[in-house]
């Protein structure tokens, strides 16, 4: 199972017959992430070195990195465990 990343590719389609969202709010926040990439709870735990569900490195450059606390969440927001690319309009906002 092959995964793209952060951008939108087939889920626009997929997501776009269920739910109609401007382009740039398809893959904003984790679970609308993982729609449009058709991920499911049966990919739970999977070890990302695997050959199932793998992140890879195509040298594309992402921009600017920030990191932050997360948000919409009560617990753990003492951490910075949220990152995202400054100035990018998928990016939920605060």
Do not use: F
């Amino acid at each position: 199972m092959r995964r793209r990343r952060g951008g939108t590719m087939k889920g626009r389609r997929i997501r776009g017959d269920r739910d109609p969202l401007a382009r740039h709010q398809l893959c904003r926040g984790p679970g609308n992430l993982t729609m449009a990439m058709g991920i499911t709870l049966a990919e739970n735990r999977l070890d990302l070195l695997g050959d199932r569900l793998y992140i890879e490195d195509r040298a594309i450059p992402a921009g600017a990195l920030a990191w932050g606390p997360r948000i919409g969440i009560r617990v753990g927001t003492q951490h910075p465990w949220r990152a995202w690319v400054e100035g990018h309009p998928a990016v939920s906002r605060a």
